[in-house]
């Protein structure tokens, strides 16, 4: 069967299961730039209740059977694009079994949510309702979602932009408020934080092997250089007062200008706490991490994708080649696959080490790091070509946070026509902002890092600095 016929069954099963659920819709066309307000004006009051619902409520009400969410995702669909299969009656049979039951099952009982294609679901004894699965890009190594079978994911705040990747079907799903709060995607680069970023979401990356992946599919069998993550959810107390490093650039690109701003909000907000200490976060050979990582991910030099991709007849997207492309990525020796992870690992303990030196004055290393989640609010189409603020996280194996500190302000946002790029790599990043008129109605988010194994205090801290600037809001 040739590879146009499977792109055409797949679209059918798509779009089969997409119209069994509120058949006949009618949208504004053309679509408007930001989506957000669609909803509004097609579903009925019950309906758009739905997505004001915390985790907790939609469990409630959905074992006391008022509510569907169904509606709400296909007009997701329709206008973004972040779906590959709607599974209605699988929600609908998981969901009367669970009702059937005189006690709840597992923690999320009956709570509906929306899973990433790359993985599977076999089990399900936690008690959730799987109703959709949701889009990603080529080879799953982009940081937006675009593919050769169902297209491109668009940004629900500005259709202009990217909604993020590779988990950019769930976090277009969620920013769209057509899943509930609670969603499966995996993050090897920034997969989870970037597309939570650009859609205004939070977005939990865990230290790797805290959360099982089992049913996760990627191109190369038995990997475990650079491991990716499923997320995961705990509280553990954090220290009384917080020491937290402020990372305001990595070194070899500058933050675009609502970003910047978002940083200097939330500095400016927690200096004036007393149970805050705010210190300059000083990164180190950051640039050396991207290339150790780089060569992580495809140390056969990328063949197994390119064989992959030819046995699909399939073209690589921009973004695909542009990964391919980078110098580090070459086949490797047994041998220089070892001295790869040697660097990895001495990379490793010399940045232990450099967070530690934080503590030497009042034996209190910092807590964690504030720093942007990318160079910029989210991007034009094919335009993710820096993956440094998320990668250096995610080969250090710190947890990390991504979450929405406002958004972008025309006003305030301005392009600084004086500034000189620091890196060849700056210099791109300058000219993709033009102006704040590019990137009207993005989300402006930061993410908080911290040392391997504190997941349940990454989340606990995240909770204080936002009960802490609750000043401001998004």
Not at 68 to 77: G, R, Y
Not at 85 to 101: C, F, G, N, V, W
Not at 192 to 220: D, E, H, Q, S
Not at 253 to 272: D, G, K, Q, W
Request: proline share 8%.
């Amino acid at each position: 069967m040739g590879s146009s016929v499977l792109i055409q069954k797949a679209l059918k099963i798509r779009e089969d299961s997409i119209d069994s659920v509120l058949p006949g819709v009618t949208l504004p066309d053309p679509l408007p730039q930001n989506v957000q307000g669609i909803p509004d004006t097609i579903l009925n009051p019950a309906e758009l209740q739905i997505t004001g619902y915390d985790t907790l409520e939609i469990v409630q009400r959905l074992a006391s059977r008022e509510l569907s969410c169904e509606s709400v995702t296909k007009l997701a669909q329709k206008t973004v694009n972040c779906i590959t299969e709607l599974l209605p009656e699988h929600a609908i049979k998981r969901a009367k079994y669970l009702d059937s039951l005189p006690h709840p099952t597992g923690p999320l009982h009956g709570l509906p949510i929306s899973i990433k294609e790359q993985f599977g679901f076999e089990k399900d004894q936690c008690g959730a309702i799987i109703f959709a699965r949701t889009s990603q890009p080529q080879s799953v190594m982009h940081l937006e979602t675009n593919n050769n079978i169902y297209g491109r994911t668009v940004n629900p705040f500005n259709r202009n932009l990217t909604a993020g990747g590779s988990s950019g079907g769930e976090g277009a799903l969620v920013g769209f408020h057509g899943s509930p709060h609670v969603r499966v995607g995996g993050d090897i680069g920034g997969s989870i934080r970037v597309p939570a970023a650009n859609c205004g979401i939070y977005g939990f990356k865990p230290t790797p092997f805290r959360v099982g992946n089992p049913g996760g599919m990627g191109l190369i069998v038995g990997q475990e250089r650079v491991v990716s993550c499923s997320f995961a959810l705990e509280t553990n107390p954090a220290p009384q007062k917080l020491k937290i490093g402020v990372m305001w650039s990595d070194g070899i690109v500058n933050p675009h200008p609502p970003i910047t701003r978002a940083l200097s909000l939330l500095v400016n907000s927690l200096e004036s706490n007393p149970a805050f200490e705010i210190v300059d976060w000083k990164p180190i050979d950051h640039d050396k991490c991207w290339d150790i990582t780089c060569a992580l991910y495809w140390e056969d030099g990328g063949r197994r994708l390119q064989k992959v991709l030819r046995s699909g007849n399939e073209a690589p997207l921009e973004l695909t080649q542009w990964l391919l492309e980078q110098p580090t990525i070459k086949p490797r020796t047994v041998e220089e696959a070892l001295e790869l992870k040697e660097a990895r690992n001495s990379y490793r303990a010399m940045y232990n080490q450099h967070w530690l030196n934080t503590g030497k004055e009042d034996n209190h290393p910092v807590d964690a790091i504030l720093s942007p989640v990318g160079p910029g609010c989210a991007p034009p189409h094919n335009q993710s070509k820096y993956w440094s603020y998320t990668s250096q996280w995610k080969l250090l194996e710190y947890p990390s946070v991504s979450f929405q500190v406002t958004k972008l302000d025309p006003s305030l946002d301005v392009r600084d026509d004086s500034y000189r790029p620091i890196s060849k790599a700056n210099e791109f990043n300058y000219e993709l902002y033009p102006g704040p008129e590019a990137y009207e109605d993005a989300p402006a988010s930061l993410q908080l890092n911290m040392r391997r194994y504190e997941d349940e205090k990454c989340i606990d801290i995240l909770k204080k600095i936002e009960a802490a600037t609750h000043d401001f809001k998004k």
